[in-house]
């Protein structure tokens, strides 16, 4: 491969890995919250705590990935 093409695909690896690192768990924890609340009937107390444990899994996650790019 030429070396522009290792560095677009550098690239897209990085954009792939912002995506799903920050969007799975997003999706994952609004989902469970609202289940949850709807289950319990606590209001959107749950979804509350769904999405700021999506936020930190993500940033810890995000951390762990970009660590490897780093150095």
């Known amino acids: 491969m030429k070396p522009d093409h290792q560095k677009e695909l550098g690239a897209l690896e990085i954009a ?4 799903y690192v920050i969007v799975l768990p997003l999706v994952g924890g609004t989902i469970l919250g609202a289940y949850l609340d709807k289950k319990f ?3 959107p107390l749950l979804l509350f705590i769904g999405v700021i444990a999506a ?3 993500s940033s810890t996650l995000l ?3 970009f660590k490897k790019y780093i150095g």
Do not use: E, M, R, S
Request: hydrophobic content about 55%; overall charge positive; cysteine-free.
């Open 16 to 19: 792939f890995t912002l995506g």
């Open 41 to 43: 009937g606590t209001g």
């Open 55 to 57: 936020i930190a899994l």
């Open 63 to 65: 951390v762990a990935k």
